[in-house]
């Protein structure tokens, strides 16, 4: 049997007194008016199912500085969701990514999800820090707690990150970052439930005992999603593409399909004890309204 962390470890207790599940929600910034216009939708679906948090992207280099603050602000204002606001220190220097934290700070943000985020090519060319800048994630955790009193979320990969050679490298990059102020984890999308636990496993053989939250990626379409996957190094397994074979042109088996995979793998996690995910939304809220609802969250 898998050890879970305790922190990880819920009470077990099913039927009526089971204590409901926390969940987070994490968005991107939208580009056009469009796409915000569903992101309003979606958050104002999602928000009544009290998060622990909203959270929302900084693109690729910092690209969506003002985007993700003014999204985070007004989530929070219209809401009264708390709502955390990711960061990356790539391609800037300290003092650029110190004003983005006073600037949060400033606009009343108390969470931060700290990233090293990838270089401009992908994250398959190697990180070359800006001379000023952050080396690392937990390099830019140490800099945002001499900045304020923030809630900081970091990254974990069930995959292992594609530039750690080796799990001890990468299990010593995370207690790191724990160890630099970090208050819990959220994971890559991964599919395969036991390269979770194990991950788990490994955490706590390290002496790791914050939260190390699963983040869940709904597949709205499987041909997007594998693509996310070859870029952010995340395993899509050879029975995952078979159940999703032959769907493109389908989009209401695709779509029932999808659910069914969603459901499975965290009514597995359910079953080991996890009580807290963290859902990828890409900015819609059906799966994740369906995935919440079998979690026993429902609307306040
Ligand atoms: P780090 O923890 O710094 O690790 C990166 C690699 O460097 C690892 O392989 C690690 O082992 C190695 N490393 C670090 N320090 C050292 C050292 N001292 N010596 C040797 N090796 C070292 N990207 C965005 O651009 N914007 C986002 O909003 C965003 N949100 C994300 C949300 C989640 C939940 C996740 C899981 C990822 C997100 N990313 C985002 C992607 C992230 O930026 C990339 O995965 C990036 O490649 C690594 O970021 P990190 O914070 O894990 O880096």
Redesign the pocket.
């Known amino acids: 049997m898998t050890a879970i962390p305790s922190e990880n470890r819920a009470s077990r207790q099913f039927g009526d007194s089971r204590p409901p599940h926390q969940v987070s929600f994490e968005f991107f910034p939208p580009k056009t008016d469009a796409m915000e216009e569903r992101f309003w939708d979606s958050v104002h679906k999602l928000a009544p199912l009290n998060p622990r948090f909203v959270s929302v992207?900084?693109?690729?280099g910092g690209s969506t500085r003002e985007r993700t603050l003014r999204m985070v602000s007004q989530v929070k204002s219209t809401t009264g969701v708390d709502a955390a606001a990711?960061l990356?220190c790539v391609g800037a220097s300290r003092d650029e990514v110190d004003a983005v934290v006073r600037g949060y700070k400033e606009a009343g943000i108390t969470r931060i999800?700290a990233?090293?985020?990838?270089p401009a090519e992908g994250?398959g060319q190697p990180?070359v820090p800006h001379p000023e800048g952050y080396t690392?994630?937990?390099d830019l955790v140490a800099g945002i707690t001499r900045i304020g009193d923030f809630d900081i979320s970091?990254?974990a990969y069930p995959d292992k990150?594609p530039?750690?050679p080796d799990w001890d490298?990468?299990i010593a990059?995370l207690k790191r970052?724990f160890d630099a102020g970090a208050t819990r984890a959220?994971?890559?999308m991964f599919f395969d439930n036991g390269d979770y636990f194990r991950l788990l496993d490994r955490a706590q053989k390290a002496g790791i005992t914050q939260p190390i939250v699963p983040?869940i990626q709904p597949i709205h379409s499987f041909k997007q999603i594998s693509s996310f996957a070859a870029k952010?190094g995340a395993k899509v397994p050879r029975w995952l593409a078979e159940r999703f074979d032959g769907l493109d042109e389908d989009p209401e088996t695709h779509a029932l399909v999808a659910s069914a995979v969603a459901a499975e793998q965290v009514l597995e996690l359910v079953d080991e004890g996890i009580t807290e995910f963290h859902f990828f939304t890409l900015n819609r809220s059906n799966f994740v309204l369906a995935l919440a609802r079998l979690l026993g969250v429902r609307p306040d």
Do not use: C, M, P
């Open positions: 992207t900084y693109g690729a990711h990356t999800v990233l090293r985020g990838d994250i990180f690392s994630a937990a970091v990254a990150h530039q750690s490298t990468e990059n970052k959220i994971t890559q983040g952010n």
